[in-house]
């Protein structure tokens, strides 16, 4: 194998035969930083919940799955041999719901990503439907929001209201089916490659803890955060408990959290899924 390229989670390797293999590890990024702490089970959850998914969206979109069970033994589990793509170079980010980096833009001018919203929504607002709000995909520092029609001048209008029309569509599909199931998907970030035939195809992972935003849906309550149950868990330790900056390096996270954190992971894929999680 030959190593290509390290994310914050996935590592890309290349094989003999030419074939990639993207590999979820179980390192937790916050704020652009990987913590030191690895999260037992997380890059099998990430994986297995993701090929769930692509399986569920399998009609709305071609993903970049070939083989989920042809890898290296000692990556069972947690990697996909997956098709060459060429990136698209934006986030795709739906939002069912107001809160986040969207509820501080929408807070200091009224919009996100150049759509105005109405007035008086709060933490958790349910919007009157999903919107679609990219962002830049930055390879250093934070990702910025950007309009629709930047990413019409980047991939053109046919591409660009492709992607829009996709993303829109798999929150929408991911929503209705996990809302039945007790949890509220409150906005998701997909990728997207092109493949040698020109197509988008779905890539990385999607619907999952780390790309998502979880809620119960019982106990969803506007005007004040929600009980998350993704990678927002590890975002409200760090702020609240240890005074971290968002600046390298990471604090260690205390071994109450990483189990905490595990169980949040565990839960969403077991309640998505209806399977029981076996490591």
């Known amino acids: 194998?030959?190593?290509?390229?390290?994310?914050?989670?996935?590592?890309?390797?290349e094989d003999d035969n030419g074939d990639l293999l993207l590999v979820a590890s179980d390192r937790v990024s916050v704020y652009d930083v990987v913590l030191p702490t690895p999260v037992p089970d997380k890059g099998k959850l990430l994986t297995q919940l993701s090929l769930w998914w692509f399986g569920q969206?399998?009609?709305?979109?071609?993903?970049?799955?070939?083989?989920?069970?042809?890898v290296p033994p000692q990556w069972n589990g947690r990697a996909v041999r997956c098709e060459r793509l060429d990136m698209v170079r934006v986030e795709c980010i739906a939002r069912g719901y107001l809160t986040g980096l969207g509820l501080k833009e929408y807070e200091?001018?009224?919009?996100?990503?150049?759509?105005?919203l109405g007035p008086g929504l709060v933490e958790a607002s349910r919007l009157p439907e999903p919107i679609f709000t990219p962002t830049t995909k930055a390879d250093e520092g934070h990702d910025e929001f950007i309009t629709f029609d930047d990413v019409v001048g980047v991939y053109g209008a046919d591409t660009s209201a492709?992607?829009?029309e996709l993303t829109l569509e798999i929150y929408r599909r991911g929503a209705e089916l996990a809302l039945k199931r007790g949890i509220i998907i409150a906005d998701t970030k997909v990728e997207f490659g092109i493949d040698g035939d020109g197509r988008l195809v779905l890539a990385d992972e999607v619907l999952t803890p780390d790309s998502s935003r979880f809620w119960l849906a019982d106990e969803w309550q506007p005007?004040?955060?929600?009980?998350?149950?993704?990678?927002?868990?590890?975002?409200?330790?760090?702020?609240?408990?240890t005074g971290w900056d968002h600046t390298y390096p990471g604090p260690e996270i205390p071994p109450e959290i990483v189990a905490q954190t595990r169980a949040r992971y565990v839960d969403a894929y077991e309640q998505l899924t209806g399977n029981r999680w076996r490591t």
């Open 108 to 116: 200091k001018d009224g919009t996100v990503s150049g759509l105005r």
């Open 57 to 70: 969206l399998a009609d709305v979109v071609p993903n970049h799955v070939i083989s989920a069970t042809d």
């Open 162 to 164: 492709k992607l829009r």
């Open 223 to 241: 005007g004040q955060r929600q009980k998350s149950m993704d990678k927002q868990f590890v975002r409200d330790w760090a702020n609240t408990v």
């Open 1 to 13: 194998m030959r190593h290509l390229y390290s994310g914050k989670i996935r590592d890309l390797y």
